[in-house]
């Protein structure tokens, strides 16, 4: 039987005010386990899977390097972009509108409790995405996220990956560049890596835009099959 995720899609969404959604949904599945164990219960946890756009904003990871962020506050005000240090692994990411965000936040207990396993399988959610669209996205030795022409002078980088566990819960998860424009990415030393481009599946296809909304399907498809998981649609307001 597959596991039931609860999905919202909630649009354009500032950073901070998602952040903070994600904490409380990530608590509450917490304080569930620990009354489940403390009262011998087996109270059922929820899933949730969130995908959003958020406004342009910069976030560093518990082991990044604000060196890697190469502008100061005032040119950050200038770009109209946000800067956050934030709870989860990896350093610097920039998230910005037409890129597609998406926060797993999973009790791994409903699942399989292998952090690996579970990194591994959103890395293959995008992976397989980016072949319907007839590219060969790849892992990269010794580096998080999904890559292009892997091994190569050209490779570059199409989504970054960077998670929170505890209790095996997650939160935080990985973010698409679909229609994203890459002039943000100069502003700073994506995930910490020197030397390495970045890219957006609209360039990657040659078109201008591609439809963000086909794309959120294709990866809530493929993400339903590698966790044998049933995506039900709900509206949440943050």
Same mark, same amino acid.
């Given at each position: 039987?597959?596991? @039931? ?5 909630? !649009?354009? #969404?500032? =950073? %901070?005010?998602?952040? +903070? ?51 100061? @506050? ?5 770009? !109209?972009? #946000?800067? =956050? %240090?934030?709870?989860? +692994? ?45 590219l060969k ?13 892997v ?5 570059r ?36 890596i ?8 609209n ?36």
């Open positions: 039987m597959n596991k @039931e995720v609860v999905f919202t899609d909630l !649009g354009l #969404k500032d =950073y %901070k005010e998602t952040w +903070g959604f994600q904490e409380k949904l990530f608590k509450e599945i917490i304080d569930l386990k620990i009354k489940n164990r403390r009262e011998g219960q087996s109270l059922e946890t929820p899933n949730y899977l969130l995908i959003v756009e958020h406004p342009h904003v910069y976030t560093l990871g518990k082991s990044g390097d604000i060196e890697n962020l190469l502008v100061n @506050e005032n040119q950050l005000a200038a770009k !109209g972009a #946000k800067f =956050y %240090k934030i709870n989860r +692994g990896g350093d610097i990411t920039y998230h910005g509108p037409g890129q597609i965000v998406v926060y797993p936040i999973l009790d791994l207990d409903n699942f399989f409790t292998d952090i690996h396993k579970y990194l591994r399988f959103l890395e293959e959610t995008v992976i397989l995405t980016l072949a319907d669209y007839g996205a790849e892992r990269s030795q010794g580096e998080t996220g999904v890559w292009l022409d091994g190569t002078p050209f490779a980088k199409i989504c970054a990956l960077g998670v929170r566990a505890s209790r095996w819960v997650t939160m935080h998860g990985f973010a698409l560049n679909v229609n994203a424009d890459l002039g943000y990415f100069d502003l700073m030393i994506p995930c910490g020197k030397g390495k481009a970045v890219t957006s599946l360039v990657e296809v040659g078109k201008k835009e591609v439809d963000m909304d086909e794309v959120k399907q294709r990866l809530l498809q493929h993400f339903e099959v590698l966790f044998e998981a049933e995506v039900i649609k709900k509206k949440t307001s943050v």
